[in-house]
Every structure is written in C-alpha cells, then in structure tokens.
C-alpha cells in the first residue's frame, strides 16, 4: 500500500511541477496576447507548451503503468487510458494545423473532469473520515465545474482563454497540494467506544 501511494505521489508532484511551469509561462506571455502584432506568436508559444506538458505527462503515466505491475489492474488501466488521452492529446496539438488556445482548452476539459470524477470516487471510499470526504467531494465538483468552464472557453478570445488556462491550473495545483502532502500516520483514526475503560 505504502509503494502504490508513493507511486501515486510521484506522479502527482510531477504533474504538480509540469502545471506550474506551464502557468509560470503562461503568465509571463499573457501580456503579448494584448498586442495584435505578437498574439499570433504568444497563442503558437502556448500551443506548443501546452503539446509539451500533454505529452510529457502521457509518457510519465505510461512509466508509472510498467512500475504498479499486474497485482494492481485497476490502477494499470487508469493510468494507460489516462496517459493514451494525454499523449493524444499532446500529439494533436503538435500537429494539427488549426490549433489555437480554444482548442488547448478543450483538451485540457477532459483531464479536469476525469480528475473531478476520481475525486468524488475517492471520496466515496472515505466514510470513517468525514472531514477528507467533505473537502475531496467539494473539489471534485469544483474540478468537474471547471471541465465544464473549459470547454465555455473555445468561445473566448485567446487572452481570455489564457487567463482561463491559468486559473483552472493553479486551481488543480491547489487540489493536488493536499495530496502531495498526505500521510497515513496524519489521518486520525476512529475510535470504537469498547476501547475505553468503562
């Protein structure tokens, strides 16, 4: 359970890293979407930013398949259909012709809403911790709200598309912190009443 979890850890750290970077980029390069002269440029910038983060982490999630093994099927099917979307992903915003930030957008509307949904599931399997259960079901509405929002932005401008971007990454940054952080030994365990002495 321990090497699963670190697993899992790993992985999200490196996705926690690969977001930040992309925001970290996208915030410096906002400022020329304003230009007509440079928007063509910062939006092809973006795009293939974008294209990269895409496929990096579809090629980590495909790593991670080969270290959880046959004993862990469920976790080897998520992580390859999860990675199989990232790469595709990834390899049709690198070739497509007639990619824009819009369409940066949609792609990323699929991985907040599976992230959304695997929230609420894990939630499901926290009954004895009501307090992790009742944060994670609320950012999984709040990242499947985003997927949504996203997939709204093929209809805004490319800098508003780009403010967008940023804020649904720093959002699931901010989701995924807590789990970086998670320990078995901080979780509170529950205590029977026939514990204690009568």
Known sequence: MRYELRLHRVTYGILAVVLMAFVAFLFYIRP????????????????????????????????MVLYFGKQHKREVLRYLLLGLLSLVCGLYLAISDATSLQTVSLMAAPHALLFGVAELRLAQHLAHHPGYRRALFVC??????????????????????????????ILSILQLLPFLFYSRAAVPRQTSVDQFPR
């Open 140 to 169: 999984g509405l709040v990242e499947i709200a985003l997927g949504f929002v996203l997939i709204g932005g093929a209809e805004l401008t490319s800098e508003g598309t780009a403010t967008l971007l940023g804020y649904v990454a």
């Open 32 to 63: 020329s979407l304003a230009d007509e002269r440079l928007e063509v440029i910062a939006s092809l910038a973006i795009v293939i930013v974008a294209a990269s983060a895409f496929v990096s982490m579809g090629m980590i999630e495909g790593i």
